[in-house]
């Protein structure tokens, strides 16, 4: 499914394709802070079909306990958090859902990770496969 998305002030735009019901919840430390709730809804976006179409985000570059590095991409003007991918030679882009103009039609998320984090009033269906950490 082709896809495209914005900033909230719109000086970054973008375009990329998912798969329809492959959204993944993220209930980790590092997301909670990020995205200043909860939990973070990610779909992800092979490299080759993501294009920025207007702006260039800010980045930041996170290095996790693995020593593996994610740039996160976010609007400088606004603050909008858009996608996160790999620090070196990225194959997926991991779009934030929450800037994407189709984020109605992209279904339910298909699984949840970092569970053990997860804030005791926050529930998904049943169906949604959890993992307790990264699968």
Same mark, same amino acid.
């Given at each position: 499914?082709?896809?495209?998305?914005?900033?909230? !002030?719109?000086?970054?735009?973008? &375009?990329?394709?998912?798969? &329809?019901?492959?959204?993944?919840?993220?209930?980790? =430390?590092? !997301?909670?802070?990020?995205?200043?709730?909860? +939990?973070?809804? =990610?779909?992800?976006?092979?490299?080759?079909? +993501?294009? $920025? $179409?207007?702006?260039? %985000? =800010?980045?930041?570059?996170?290095?996790?306990?693995?020593?593996?590095?994610?740039?996160?991409?976010?609007?400088?003007?606004?603050?909008?958090?858009?996608?996160? !991918?790999?620090? &070196?030679?990225?194959?997926?882009?991991?779009?934030?859902?929450?800037? $994407? =103009?189709?984020?109605? &039609?992209?279904?339910? %998320?298909?699984?949840?990770?970092?569970?053990?984090?997860?804030?005791?009033?926050?529930? $998904?269906?049943?169906?949604?496969?959890? +993992?307790?950490?990264? %699968?």
């Amino acid at each position: 499914m082709k896809v495209d998305g914005q900033c909230h !002030c719109g000086a970054i735009a973008y &375009e990329a394709e998912v798969q &329809e019901g492959s959204i993944s919840v993220c209930h980790c =430390n590092d !997301c909670q802070i990020h995205s200043g709730s909860a +939990f973070r809804a =990610n779909i992800s976006a092979p490299a080759a079909s +993501f294009r $920025l $179409l207007r702006g260039t %985000p =800010n980045t930041y570059i996170k290095t996790a306990a693995s020593g593996a590095r994610r740039v996160l991409a976010f609007c400088g003007h606004c603050g909008t958090p858009v996608y996160a !991918c790999a620090a &070196e030679a990225p194959t997926a882009y991991s779009l934030r859902v929450g800037t $994407l =103009n189709q984020r109605h &039609e992209l279904g339910s %998320p298909m699984r949840q990770i970092w569970t053990q984090r997860r804030l005791p009033w926050v529930t $998904l269906p049943d169906d949604v496969a959890a +993992f307790h950490g990264q %699968p």
